[in-house]
């Protein structure tokens, strides 16, 4: 066993017990039972409204379900999350990173150089000084990367990052996907782009109109889908 799996190994799997959440009388996701462990990229998959920013919410603690029991099996790991629209402060790109160092107690002394450190590894150093909410869609999603780095996160959720972006953004964005993968984190990751998916995922979780349908290797989830929701989706067929 090499030191990357049993780092893995290290991360609490998290449980959804019978879960369900619902909104003014409306049941947006149905009971649902599901569990995300080592350190796997699971991309969470299904049509507009299908549920899936839902489940990634409640995942990481921004939602209360409604109903069931969602729980880290041992120690809660340290988390991030990257939004499909990056929140940045109206700061520069460095200072976004240097709050962020600041708001988890790392030393004054030592936040510029961690900071500038993030920016050139996510390809942003020249834009150290430049207002971040005047960077384009990609470099601020690559930003937004870069803070998530800093925290050094077990898991990482990230809820359709790209769907805003140009080829050569996303390639970017999933190139740092598969860099904090190779380094040990969790990646849970939502989005309908079914070439993405081919491209990243190790496991598939679709969803349709609030329930999961499937949660499955990803060979098998495309070479042979178990609903013909998903079926329909993978042949491009099922838009919502
Ligand atoms: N906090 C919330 N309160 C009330 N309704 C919500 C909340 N979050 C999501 N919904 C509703 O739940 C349904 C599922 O939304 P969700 O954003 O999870 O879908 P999605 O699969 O991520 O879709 P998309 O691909 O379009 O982003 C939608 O009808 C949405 O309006």
Redesign the pocket.
């Known amino acids: 066993m090499n030191a990357e799996t049993t780092m893995c190994n290290d991360i609490a799997p998290l449980h959804f017990d019978q879960v369900r959440f619902e909104?003014r009388g409306h049941r947006?996701l149905m009971p649902t039972s599901v569990s995300f462990s080592g350190c796997r990229r699971t991309l969470i998959m299904?049509p507009?409204?299908?549920?899936?920013?839902?489940l990634m919410r409640l995942a990481h603690g921004l939602?209360r379900p409604s109903g069931g029991r969602i729980h880290w099996q041992g120690t809660p790991p340290v988390q991030a999350m990257v939004f499909q629209r990056p929140v940045l402060l109206r700061r520069s790109a460095l200072d976004n990173l240097t709050y962020v160092l600041a708001v988890h107690r790392v030393p004054r002394a030592l936040r510029k150089a961690r900071a500038l450190d993030a920016l050139e590894r996510f390809g942003l150093a020249a834009l150290a000084k430049r207002p971040a909410r005047v960077l384009s869609g990609g470099e601020q999603q690559r930003l937004a990367l870069a803070r998530a780095w800093l925290l050094n996160p077990s898991v990482l959720f990230l809820d359709?990052p790209t769907s805003a972006l140009d080829p050569a953004a996303i390639k970017a964005v999933e190139d740092a996907v598969n860099a904090f993968h190779q380094q040990g984190t969790r990646i849970i990751m939502?989005t309908?782009d079914l070439h993405q998916a081919r491209r990243l995922a190790d496991d598939v979780l679709f969803?349709y109109s609030g329930q999961v349908l499937e949660h499955s290797p990803a060979e098998h989830f495309f070479k042979a889908p178990q609903s013909p929701e998903a079926d329909a989706f993978i042949r491009g067929e099922l838009v919502w």
Do not use: F, P, R
Request: charged share 15%; aromatic share 0%.
């Open positions: 909104h947006l299904g507009n409204g299908a549920g899936k920013s839902l939602l359709e939502a309908h969803m």
